[in-house]
């Protein structure tokens, strides 16, 4: 614009205006505006057990802010009902409660009447969750001894999920009556959830397999707020929980617990061992000059070892656990004062062994397993994660660890910040380390054999038991001593690794398995014990044939003239092959050193890593090199070979009906390459 000055002139209103809040032309955009914000706090919720902690969090923080009041005769209480029949869940607390203004905004996002570093949560969003995450919720205040505010919200999930604008925006309705539960109550809240419409999770109450007030009990102790994490000399607090669950059959089971209680796995396992209390007993028996490779029986063969040690007992070298930290790290450990909780079993088998056997529950799903759980403010947040370990992972499955942060709330269900998780990642690998020290010597192997109490190098193992058997040699011979009766002495089907011994020693000595030899059973060493074949001449022993049917073919011997034997090797002994299987992924045994494993069954986890060849399928017989063996293993990765097994099931069904266990064989190998 030539020579034209242009000016611009702009006002503001005198009294300002406020640009959050919503006009009549604008009602449209706040709306969506309200829904966005709504979904963003339900996508922090993606877990099945997110409804019960935000139920039971307002419960336990409800009565813990009434507690604060010093009512000389108030006794805090919560009543968990689960109805399966009815599809809802509902939860009643003597706390504080809510007045009626509260109770009118306590859905809208941000709105929290919690304050107090104590408080499991005060951001606001747990009750917008469960009013839109959901299609019915039921709320009921009993702020003094007289009234009841109570009302209802439908279909918050089925509008939120309305990209068409066909569904009504819900309010919350009046209700008339409410439970007689909160009617007893001088004082309360009450929230009843009910499953119910689609888009939310989960669906069914049924999902959760658990049909009785002790399970129920057990998963939201491992899941919820009611498994409270208090370590390190930290009190629970007293209150009176009541669980009630009613089946599909409208069935009634109840359990009261006296506070909230983590599910410690060192608590419900059998025998296990405070791994402190050991380190106390060894320094105690230096002072007295005792000997402390002896470990005393409360330490031994034991299902696993724990212990909880703070942070400041860490930094300062007052625990077994040594984390490399860098100076950041430490400065964190300082302010957020972290408690761990360690516990360390000898088998996977036992996470089983609890959920299917004990509580009955989904199989497969283990309430209880390996991993590293992440907790703020006295609760488990999320789900374990897993433990980083660079070499024997297997011991991650094995080891589950809490570390426990006195940080913001709600900080772990939303997101720990990765400076956080950091930390407790090095504090639990650094746990791992510590524990793994005292795995052979405290816990009880797999097959339920006494603790190995020592390691020694394998070579050395060999050397010296060879020499042993130069200078004590045992050989018990002599025409007419030996009768065989045909039958084996040994009258039931094993049940335990001592009964698989015992059978397969017997086979060895009538003669059913030959040419083993036995220099070494030991149980003071990392495997079981050592062995050789040794076959002389004439062969016609180990020759298969109708009579000897798990023999060898003869042209294995063509040209031989002199005694065949093999180097000593290791022999492992196990009920179910499963158990080896898991000691080689946890780094206590070494597939390579191994040459030959008896069972009495394979189980199913070998397939992970290896292959295997049945010699008791008739195509295969030709393969088999010494006498007795049923299968072979190669690495799966490889192809190279790993090392024999006898299978003691299979060989008795092989040697009652050989063509059908052939069969079997086959059929049930050829299913495992498909």
């Not at 604060?68 to 504080?96: K, M, R, W």
């Not at 999902?207 to 208090?230: D, M």
């Not at 809490?402 to 939303?414: C, M, N, Q, S």
Request: aromatic fraction near 8%.
């Amino acid at each position: 614009m030539s020579g034209a000055e242009v000016k611009i002139h702009a006002a503001l209103p005198v009294d300002g205006w406020d640009p959050l809040a919503p006009t009549d032309d604008d009602a449209d955009v706040f709306a969506a505006a309200q829904k966005r914000e709504i979904r963003n706090i339900l996508k922090s919720y993606t877990g099945y057990y997110d409804l019960f902690s935000e139920m039971i969090q307002n419960a336990l923080d409800a009565v813990e802010k009434r507690s604060a009041e010093s009512e000389p005769s108030y006794a805090p209480s919560i009543l968990i009902q689960i109805n399966i029949h009815d599809n809802f869940v509902c939860i009643t607390d003597n706390g504080c409660s809510m007045s009626l203004a509260q109770l009118k905004k306590f859905l809208k996002p941000s709105i929290s009447f919690k304050d107090g570093p104590e408080t499991r949560g005060n951001k606001g969003v747990g009750a917008t969750y469960l009013a839109f995450g959901f299609n019915h919720l039921e709320v009921a205040a009993k702020p003094d001894g007289s009234t009841v505010y109570a009302g209802i919200l439908k279909s918050g999930r089925t509008w939120l999920e309305d990209t068409k604008g066909i569904v009504t925006k819900p309010n919350v309705e009046s209700v008339d009556n409410w439970s007689d539960t909160l009617a007893k109550l001088d004082r309360g809240t009450s929230i009843r959830l009910k499953l119910v419409g689609d888009n939310i999770r989960p669906k069914s109450l049924q999902y959760f397999i658990a049909k009785n007030a002790e399970q129920w009990s057990c998963l939201l102790r491992a899941h919820t707020p009611l498994g409270g994490v208090y370590l390190c000399g930290d009190a629970p607090p007293k209150v009176n929980i009541e669980i009630e669950v009613t089946t599909d059959k409208e069935e009634v089971t109840k359990i009261q617990l006296t506070s909230p209680g983590y599910l410690y796995p060192h608590e419900v396992l059998g025998k296990t061992a405070d791994l402190r209390e050991f380190l106390k007993d060894q320094v105690a028996r230096v002072a007295k000059q005792q000997d402390v490779s002896k470990v005393p029986p409360k330490f031994s063969n034991v299902n696993g070892i724990w212990g909880e040690w703070s942070g400041a007992e860490i930094l300062a070298g007052n625990s077994p656990i040594k984390p490399v930290l860098d100076d950041s790290q430490k400065e964190l450990m300082a302010s957020l004062k972290p408690q761990i909780y360690a516990f360390m079993c000898y088998s996977t088998d036992l996470w089983d062994d609890y959920n299917d056997n004990t509580l009955k529950l989904r199989k497969g799903s283990r309430i209880l397993h390996g991993g590293l759980q992440q907790a703020t403010t006295h609760m488990p947040q999320g789900n374990p994660i897993t433990i980083p370990l660079t070499n024997n992972t297997g011991f991650q499955q094995i080891t589950h660890i809490i570390v426990h942060f006195h940080a913001e709330p709600d900080l772990g269900r939303k997101g720990f910040q990765p400076e956080h998780t950091a930390v407790a990642e090095r504090l639990s690998t650094a746990t791992v380390a510590a524990f793994r020290r005292y795995f052979d010597r405290l816990l009880r192997k797999n097959t339920g054999a006494p603790a190995l109490l020592q390691q020694m190098k394998l070579s050395q193992w060999i050397d010296e038991q060879r020499e042993h058997e130069k200078i004590f040699p045992l050989v018990i011979s002599g025409k007419g001593l030996f009768a065989p009766q045909f039958e084996l002495p040994i009258r039931s089907v094993p049940i335990v690794e001592q009964d698989v011994v015992a059978l397969f020693n017997q086979m060895l000595s009538s003669g059913i398995v030959r040419g083993i030899q036995l220099l070494s059973s030991s149980q003071f060493n990392q495997y079981d014990g050592l062995y050789r074949f040794r076959m002389e001449p004439p062969f016609d022993l180990f020759i298969r044939s109708a009579e000897n049917p798990l023999g060898v073919d003869s042209e294995m011997f063509a040209g031989e003239d002199t005694t065949m034997e093999s180097p000593v090797g290791v022999l492992e002994y196990k009920f179910n092959l499963d158990a080896l299987i898991e000691e080689i992924d946890n780094g206590t045994k070494n597939s390579d050193e191994i040459k030959l494993a008896i069972c009495w069954t394979l189980g199913t986890k070998w397939q992970a890593h290896f292959t295997v060849l049945s010699y008791l399928d008739h195509d295969n017989l030709h393969h088999r090199q010494f006498h007795g063996i049923t299968h072979h293993f190669s690495h799966a990765v490889s192809g190279l070979a790993a090392f024999s097994i006898i299978v003691l099931e299979d060989l008795v069904k092989y040697l009652t009906a050989p063509e059908q266990e052939s069969i079997r064989q086959k059929q049930l190998y050829a299913a495992e390459e498909e």
